[in-house]
């Protein structure tokens, strides 16, 4: 993710978004649809964020091409959650959320479920 898009359009200068940036907006908009408990990052993104480091595009692949994107995400879901809607409204979501906050042009955003988390019940 060091990559990054120029927007060269504009009167004034160029705009460079990097792909972090879009990770980041990727990120936010996917934990905000119920039912999404997180996203699950790498072995090396999850050791830097037990050293302190917050890494908040974690689960996030963003591929640049021709300055359009393609987001990769990993999820966690709660049990009982309608997976193929809720994967559904995640990449509506993101999709929506990328392309109006940056004007990048989103090709395709896939969701992959890692994992279901149960909610334990109080006895």
Not at 8 to 18: P, Q, R, T, Y
Request: proline share 0%; no cysteine.
């Amino acid at each position: 993710m060091a990559e990054n898009m120029t927007i060269d359009s504009l009167k004034h200068g160029n705009v460079n978004i990097a792909d972090d940036v879009i990770g980041v907006i990727a990120s936010i908009a996917a934990s905000e649809i119920e039912g999404i408990k997180g996203l699950s990052g790498t072995l090396s993104e999850e050791v830097m964020e037990k050293m302190g480091k917050k890494t908040f595009h974690k689960g996030v692949y963003v591929e640049m091409v021709n300055n359009i994107a393609t987001i990769n995400l990993s999820v966690v879901m709660d049990y009982g959650t309608k997976i193929d809607d809720t994967a559904v409204l995640v990449q509506e979501n993101v999709k929506l959320a990328v392309e109006s906050m940056t004007g990048v042009g989103v090709a395709a955003v896939n969701v992959t479920v890692e994992n279901i988390i149960i909610k334990k019940e109080n006895k």
